[in-house]
């Protein structure tokens, strides 16, 4: 079976994924950008995933990874971009039964307080993205699911590498400049997508999009 790439964001109705880097998804689901309907789609979709991508502006919002182990009973794959690591008082270091790969330029040397479920790769002069589909693909991994934000979004949206996305839309509008976007600029190219399918519940609005290749 070929690897599929999932996107799965929530964004605001003027394509914005959180007000501010620094923005949890506890804080988010706060004010009424995300509901509880989203976070149970998002656990559906771990449930089955075999890896997960995401940026480490992402995890330092929150402090910590959704522990959620797929229908074969294990934690998938957390690939993280990062090129400066963790400090040590992040509480995601407890979690130590979640198996993280960090992705960066340069190798991030191991630590004392790294769990035996940590490691690091460097893609050096590679391509990030698509060094980290291969490393996944290379691994027999079906289903790995992207949290992005905007910037590692980007980088695989511009290599063609994603198959779906998954958007839940709220009904609000941010409106300020820092906001972060679902896709930070530039992409060379524009990118289509087919709907699937849409959903609408308590006025947010979820979209299933397949990329046409």
């Given at each position: 079976?070929?690897?599929?790439?999932?996107?799965?964001?929530?964004?605001?109705l003027?394509?914005?994924?959180?007000?501010?880097?620094?923005e949890?998804?506890?804080?988010?689901k706060s004010?009424?950008?995300?509901n509880s309907?989203d976070?149970?789609?998002?656990?559906?979709?771990?449930?089955?995933?075999?890896?997960?991508?995401?940026?480490?502006?992402?995890?330092?919002?929150?402090?910590?990874?959704?522990?959620?182990?797929?229908k074969?009973g294990?934690y998938?794959l957390?690939?993280i971009?990062?090129?400066?690591?963790?400090?040590k008082?992040?509480?995601?270091w407890?979690?130590?039964?979640?198996?993280?790969?960090?992705?960066?330029?340069?190798?991030?040397?191991?630590?004392?307080?790294?769990?035996p479920n940590?490691?690091?790769?460097?893609?050096?002069?590679s391509?990030?993205a698509q060094?980290?589909y291969?490393?996944?693909?290379?691994?027999n991994?079906e289903?790995?699911?992207?949290?992005?934000?905007?910037?590692i979004?980007?980088?695989?949206?511009?290599?063609?590498?994603?198959?779906e996305l998954?958007?839940t839309?709220?009904?609000?509008?941010l409106?300020i400049?820092?906001?972060?976007?679902?896709?930070?600029?530039?992409?060379?190219?524009?990118?289509?997508?087919?709907?699937?399918?849409?959903?609408?519940s308590?006025?947010h609005?979820f979209?299933?999009?397949?990329?046409?290749?």
């Amino acid at each position: 079976m070929k690897m599929r790439v999932i996107n799965i964001m929530a964004s605001s109705l003027d394509g914005k994924i959180s007000s501010d880097m620094d923005e949890s998804d506890e804080l988010r689901k706060s004010y009424g950008f995300t509901n509880s309907e989203d976070r149970r789609l998002v656990e559906e979709e771990l449930e089955t995933a075999d890896a997960v991508i995401v940026g480490a502006n992402s995890i330092r919002a929150n402090s910590k990874i959704w522990s959620v182990k797929n229908k074969l009973g294990k934690y998938p794959l957390w690939i993280i971009f990062t090129n400066r690591g963790f400090s040590k008082k992040e509480n995601f270091w407890q979690q130590t039964s979640v198996p993280i790969c960090f992705l960066s330029q340069r190798k991030i040397e191991k630590q004392s307080f790294w769990g035996p479920n940590i490691f690091s790769l460097a893609y050096r002069g590679s391509q990030p993205a698509q060094f980290a589909y291969d490393f996944l693909r290379n691994k027999n991994v079906e289903k790995v699911i992207l949290f992005g934000g905007g910037h590692i979004n980007r980088i695989f949206y511009q290599e063609n590498l994603v198959n779906e996305l998954y958007l839940t839309v709220a009904p609000m509008l941010l409106g300020i400049n820092k906001a972060c976007s679902l896709v930070a600029p530039y992409l060379d190219r524009k990118v289509s997508l087919k709907l699937k399918s849409s959903q609408v519940s308590n006025n947010h609005v979820f979209l299933r999009y397949e990329v046409i290749k």
